[in-house]
């Protein structure tokens, strides 16, 4: 099981706030959120998983992105975790651009934060390399959402993920690019 120390790795940076501590190892979740943000530059869209109860809506975003810390390898990703009173962000979009409707699955049961980050630290999913552009988080989350598959905590997604990509890649076009954009774990 996961403690507020083992998220104490160079591949994770945790937001702090009041109630990190109990939180991050503690919340009870039941579902999980792929969602997608529109960037700065309103090029593309930032993908992060948030895992949240159905019941009080407290979530927990994990959000694997560069680390641009290192000047030898700027497309190491680094995951900041944070803890939200909300499930996710959802956006309204803008006069340019619309919002990605987020993929949403129900787990097969409830899990704690601490149940998942160590999911996610046993596969090594914490340790990704994005492409020489800094893309490639969606391949992360699809991995993400494909190992709680296998570990049955949910269940026929594989399919029905690649078809929210789908609809969404014709529904939004060049920046919800299709084939998925992928980086490497290392």
């Not at 706030?17 to 109990?22: E, M, R, V």
């Not at 497309?75 to 803008?94: K, M």
Request: charged share 20%; net charge negative.
């Amino acid at each position: 099981m996961a403690t507020p120390s083992t998220l104490q790795r160079p591949t994770v940076f945790v937001m702090k706030s009041n109630d990190a501590s109990a939180v991050l190892t503690d919340l009870k979740v039941d579902t999980v959120a792929v969602v997608g943000e529109i960037n700065a530059d309103r090029t593309l869209y930032h993908f992060t998983l948030s895992f949240f109860n159905s019941s009080t809506n407290a979530s927990v975003r994990f959000d694997m992105h560069p680390s641009a810390t290192n000047l030898n390898d700027m497309f190491r990703g680094i995951i900041v975790v944070e803890y939200l009173s909300y499930p996710f962000t959802t956006l309204a979009g803008g006069k340019d651009w619309k919002p990605v409707a987020p993929y949403i699955l129900k787990l097969s049961s409830t899990y704690t934060i601490g149940d998942i980050s160590s999911a996610i630290f046993e596969k090594g999913r914490d340790r990704y390399r994005f492409n020489d552009l800094g893309q490639g988080c969606r391949h992360w989350c699809a991995n993400i959402i494909h190992d709680l598959e296998v570990l049955g905590w949910a269940k026929d997604i594989e399919q029905s993920f690649e078809d929210w990509e789908e609809e969404s890649s014709k529904l939004l076009g060049p920046r919800f690019l299709m084939p998925r954009i992928t980086g490497v774990f290392y």
